[in-house]
């Protein structure tokens, strides 16, 4: 069945620094991939999608490029902030709107 | 717009009581789903549905039940709550046709 891997957490960077959180996935058919985040104590957020391969999402200066090649979606940042510290989940999604997400990652940001 | 609307917002239950958690969109989505998630395992699939009077199982549908007279409602039931459904539930909606899936703000409940 479908399924998504995010690399272990917790990530904790200084602000300015580059950040990079992996994703990989495993799923028949052609999946769209997408990035939420949840700041603390709030529901999900939509970050960035890519519904075809080699197509870049693109919000807020997270970029994640779909890799067909390498069934990977990674997230990156140039410089986080600290208003960036949240729980950052990728997911694939299917057919009926179903969604299938990794464990999460959760990012601190330090002064 | 309101988007996807959930109530509660948080609920404590005491175990073997029922509840329902409501979810109303009102975008005429046709594909709703409810997730769960848990500390460490992300968000999992417990129902969905693909349009009124059509619903089906996801990953982890046992304990809930769920039905679709409208559009616009999706509620989640609760028949006889364990402490094991503790819990943030998420209610999401979607049209046929988009990519992008909307997320209500979530339902704390807990179960003692």
């Known amino acids: 069945g479908d399924s998504v891997t995010q690399m272990e957490g917790p990530v904790t960077l200084s602000e300015e620094a580059f950040l990079t959180i992996n994703c990989t996935y495993t799923a028949t058919g052609y999946p769209s991939l997408f990035w939420y985040v949840q700041y603390p104590g709030e529901g999900l957020q939509l970050l960035l999608k890519?519904?075809?391969?080699?197509d870049k999402g693109s919000n807020k200066g997270f970029e994640a490029t779909y890799r067909k090649e390498t069934t990977s979606f990674h997230l990156e940042k140039g410089s986080v902030q600290v208003s960036d510290s949240a729980v950052y989940f990728c997911?694939?999604?299917?057919?009926?709107?179903?969604?299938?997400f990794g464990q999460g990652t959760i990012l601190t940001v330090h002064p | 717009n309101a988007g996807v609307t959930q109530t509660p917002k948080f609920q404590v239950l005491k175990t073997g009581q029922s509840m329902t958690l409501q979810c109303a969109q009102d975008m005429n989505h046709e594909y709703m789903s409810w997730y769960r998630q848990d500390p460490g395992m992300g968000l999992r699939l417990i129902h969905y549905?693909?349009?009124?009077?059509?619903?089906d199982q996801g990953e982890v549908p046992n304990g809930y039940n769920v039905s679709r007279s409208t559009t616009e409602d999706f509620p989640l039931r609760l028949l006889s709550a364990a402490p094991s459904q503790t819990s943030v539930y998420f209610c999401a909606a979607r049209d046929f046709s988009g990519n992008t899936i909307y997320f209500g703000e979530g339902s704390w409940l807990t179960v003692v």
């Open positions: 997911a694939l999604g299917t057919d009926y709107g179903k969604l299938t």
């Open positions: 890519a519904t075809k391969a080699d």
């Open positions: 549905s693909v349009g009124a009077g059509i619903t």
